[in-house]
């Protein structure tokens, strides 16, 4: 069964840091961009940063650009976020395929889930 696990968040004060990562359990990611998407309450869920299979290219939308770092380990994906803003509190998905490496965030099927469950990160004004 293939699944993605998810660790980090939680609660922080603005202008702190946190560290999400996520790990393949019961497949690899050798050919997969793997990235991490948001949803905050009354929005629509958004790609924050992506990193392409071989680690050596790497996306962030704009509003996190010079605030977070993704990095890749083989099967394990870690998100470094500094300078925390109350905007950027959500639950946070781990999932593979990414858009701007010519995917587009599947899902998986049957026992398979190619998405994390989510993390929880709140950020305090």
């Known amino acids: 069964r293939r699944q993605v696990v998810e660790s980090g968040g939680g609660l922080v004060q603005a202008g702190g840091s946190l560290r999400l990562s996520c790990t393949a359990s019961g497949w690899t990611w050798d050919d997969w961009a793997i990235g991490w998407l948001r949803q905050a309450p009354g929005n629509q869920r958004e790609g924050v940063s992506c990193i392409d299979t071989t680690g050596g290219k790497t996306w962030y939308t704009d509003a996190v650009k010079g605030r977070f770092t993704i990095s890749r380990d083989g099967d394990t994906v870690t998100l470094q976020m500094e300078n925390l803003k109350p905007e950027d509190s959500g639950i946070y998905y781990c999932?593979?395929?990414?858009?701007?490496?010519?995917?587009?965030?599947?899902?998986?099927?049957?026992?398979?889930?190619?998405w994390g469950q989510g993390t929880q990160v709140t950020v305090s004004s």
């Open positions: 999932a593979g395929d990414c858009p701007p490496y010519g995917g587009n965030w599947y899902r998986g099927e049957g026992e398979h889930n190619y």
